[in-house]
């Protein structure tokens, strides 16, 4: 039996012996390929034959379970009816207006469309940027779809299923590209266009006894005479543009609307059909002061279209200020 002496020498002995010896650094070539146990990279063949397997088939499972998780969500899904629509969808049912042209994208805040009417170079980039916009109006090639479908639409005659309704551009004169949009003439045309809502009918003012309070008096005394003279013509979402402010509207001259007050409802309900193109008004500003900045607000007007100037809804701003 040893001891207390020889147990605590065994005890120090242990605590002191040297540790073992840790294998040598194996140079880059021993690392790529070790002969000793005939492996690369630290793996044999047969290991990363397994490992190879085994995440081949984990991604492999793992793609065809997201493959047939898309595959079942995009069945539920239409390429030309949205799932959501009118007071289900985040749109809703209030469409808003826009405006062309556009200023620049470096100011892309600003409504202010700001030129000189004597200087080309000045006001070439109002030109252009119409220019831009109005292309897919005269070329059908730049629409997908648009081509044969193309229907002569009118008031009395809506377009047949599967085909979409022609834009007159030739009505738009004096706001053609041969006449400069009238810009050089420091009478300026804005295009207006009511915004794309799947579904959506509206509801039009078609009789003059009974409009909004609200309404412009120039605008009311329009559809009084629409109701007379072409009543089949009723059924139109009208277009107002007037200055915002009292001196906006003893500055901002006056105003013709082209081809017609308004968007035709034969162009409504929009169905998301191939080749469909929006219909346009050209608001031109016939003479405006010079000098001033113009507020300007246009609205679109039907039963089920609110206006609400601080979100902008049922309506658009912008400023007009020619030099």
Known sequence: MPTITEDCIDGFQQYYSRPPERPKKKSLKQMVYDSTDNSYFGRTIESWAKIGIFYVAFYGVLGALVAICMWAFFQTLDPRIPKWTLDES?????????????????????????????????????????????????????????????????????????????????????????????????????????????????????????????????????????????PHKLNTIWVSCEGENPADQENIGAVNYLPVRGFPGYFYPYQNSEGYLSPLVAVHFQRPRRGIIINVECKAWARNIIHDRKERIGSVHYELLID
Request: charged fraction near 20%; glycine fraction near 8%.
């Open 90 to 230: 985040i749109i809703g049912t209030n469409p808003g207006l826009g405006f062309r042209p556009l200023p620049p994208m470096d100011n892309v805040e600003s409504t202010l469309i700001w030129y000189k009417g004597t200087q080309h170079e000045n006001y070439k980039h109002w030109t252009d940027s119409l220019d831009d916009f109005l292309a897919v109006y005269k070329v059908p090639g730049l629409t997908p779809g648009r081509g044969q479908n193309i229907y002569n639409c009118d008031y009395n005659q809506p377009p047949p299923k599967g085909q979409v309704c022609d834009v007159d551009i030739k009505s738009w004169t004096p706001c053609t590209k041969e006449n400069n949009y009238s810009y050089h003439k420091s009478a300026p045309c804005i295009f207006l266009k009511l915004n794309k809502i799947y579904g959506w009918i509206p509801e039009y003012y078609n009789d003059s006894r009974d409009l909004p309070e609200s309404m412009p008096l120039s605008l009311k005394t329009y559809i009084g005479e629409v109701e007379k003279t072409q």
